[in-house]
């Protein structure tokens, strides 16, 4: 499951470690993430997702900063609502996307990932 933020910062420690005791340590990830990063310690699988690092960097904006703004409570509530709606409706498209990567699923499952 494709996992970003403080998931996967608390996650590169442990990679980190793996691949420090000569773990082969192999990272699958969306091209577009907000923290998953290539890295000289890993091997990254990566896939395609229909949308763009700047919609999603949106899409949490819009989530985190209503959560902040001011005015109503009802009124924040949607702004946090419609942004909490837009970011997991890119996670899910993510996980999609993944699935549905004939290439990529055959070769997690031929290396028994």
Not at 63 to 92: A, N, P, Q
């Amino acid at each position: 499951v494709p996992v970003d933020g403080s998931h996967w910062l608390s996650m590169r420690e442990v990679l980190d470690m793996l691949q420090q005791k000569r773990h082969e340590v192999v990272v699958v990830a969306p091209e577009v993430s907000m923290h998953i990063k290539p890295s000289k310690n890993f091997v990254m699988k990566m896939y395609s997702v229909p949308f763009t690092q700047e919609e999603l960097e949106k899409a949490f904006q819009a989530f985190f900063h209503g959560s902040f703004e001011e005015g109503s409570v009802l009124k924040r509530l949607f702004k946090v609502y419609s942004g909490m709606k837009t970011f997991i409706d890119c996670w899910v498209t993510s996980c999609e996307q993944l699935l549905q990567n004939k290439e990529l699923m055959r070769y997690l499952e031929e290396s028994k990932f």
